[in-house]
T-cell receptor
């Protein structure tokens, strides 16, 4: 299957700091998604991106669809304790499925 | 609005026992449906997807099977569970294959 490389694997930050994470692939994707998963729950969609170069915000979250269509970035500004969780990227190639990254675990220290 | 329900939330089963996990979607018609397994809190592995009643595509060979007896019902089954079947199982739906998938709350399956 397709490999989506997410980095960093984990982050430990102070409350109030900004966060940046990214997702890269060797393939060109048509759609990029970002999800957040809390422990013991299913992933929840944060942002969907459909065009190369697209920049979309959802509150303190901003995500971008890379110009090369092989990467995407998620930024969280002014982190708060409830931002804790695992963040997944997912990309769509044009077949019947999305490919998911391995996740970035975020810990926010109050 | 659309909702997705999975049950049970947790399940403890002995090796060799059968399995049936159920997923239902409300508020939409003819959704694409998906079963994923997630090990150790990371890495979603797609097991099965369905684009319509009775249509199942398998992504990973294993001793699990899936069925879609009704438009908004997706079932994950096994005749004999293995220790390696332990994990967190997630059901998801989407309107079409290139639209975002929406996940249920998952089933934590432990095999003893």
């Amino acid at each position: 299957g397709q490999q989506l490389n997410q980095s960093p694997q984990s982050m430990f930050i102070q409350e109030g700091e900004d966060v940046s994470m990214n997702c890269t692939s060797s393939s060109i994707f048509n759609t990029w998604l970002w999800y957040k998963q809390d422990p013991g729950e299913g992933p929840v969609l944060l942002i969907a991106l459909y065009k190369a170069g697209e920049l979309t915000s959802n509150g303190r979250l901003t995500a971008q669809f890379g110009i090369t269509r092989k990467d995407s970035f998620l930024n969280i500004s002014a982190s708060i304790p409830s931002d804790v969780g695992i963040y997944f990227c997912a990309g769509h190639l044009g077949r019947n499925q999305f490919y998911f990254g391995t996740g970035t675990s975020l810990t926010v220290i109050p | 609005s659309q909702t997705i329900h999975q049950w049970p939330a947790t399940l403890v089963q002995p090796v060799g026992s059968p399995l049936s996990l159920e997923c239902t979607v409300e508020g939409t018609s003819n959704p694409n449906l998906y079963w994923y397994r997630q090990a150790a809190g990371r890495g979603l592995q797609l097991l099965f997807y369905s684009v319509g009643i009775g249509q199942i595509s398998s992504e990973v060979p294993q001793n699990l099977s899936a069925s879609r007896p009704q438009d908004r019902q997706f079932i994950l089954s096994s005749k004999k569970l293995l220790l390696s079947d332990s994990g967190f199982y997630l059901c998801a739906w989407s309107t079409t294959s290139n639209q975002p998938q929406h996940f249920g709350d998952g089933t934590r399956l432990s095999i003893l």
